[in-house]
């Protein structure tokens, strides 16, 4: 098993940044994929980016191309999510996610490893 936590979420004001972290704890050796998604009310969970756990690889949604971008650090089993330029369009539950085999990085059934996931918030 592989134990996500997520951090960072908050109150911005459009603009503004956040950098967003995941922490992975358990059999941390078996991530292959950490990804990003996020939830608004009343909207189904999209994809916000992903990187292969080696960095050979990395994904963005074309709505946050430019404006976030995504990182790990394999020695701190940690993720980033840094997200510059934040729209009220942002405004979600971000959570990170983990796979452990190489699958599609952009839609959630790929995943079998979440976190609870962060507040973000951007007010106009």
């Known amino acids: 098993q592989v134990q996500l936590v997520e951090s960072g979420g908050g109150l911005v004001q459009a603009g503004g940044s956040l950098r967003l972290s995941c922490a992975a704890s358990?059999?941390?050796?078996?991530?292959?994929?950490m990804g990003w998604f996020r939830q608004a009310p009343g909207k189904e969970r999209e994809f916000v980016a992903a990187i292969r756990w080696s960095g050979t690889r990395i994904e963005y949604a074309d709505s946050v191309k430019g404006r976030f971008t995504i990182s790990r650090d394999n020695t701190k089993n940690t993720g980033y999510l840094q997200m510059n330029s934040l729209e009220p369009e942002d405004t979600a539950v971000y959570h990170c996610a983990a796979s452990s085999a190489n699958y599609v990085l952009t839609v959630p059934r790929s995943y079998n490893f979440w976190g609870q996931g962060t507040q973000v918030t951007v007010s106009s």
């Open positions: 358990g059999r941390t050796f078996s991530i292959y994929t």
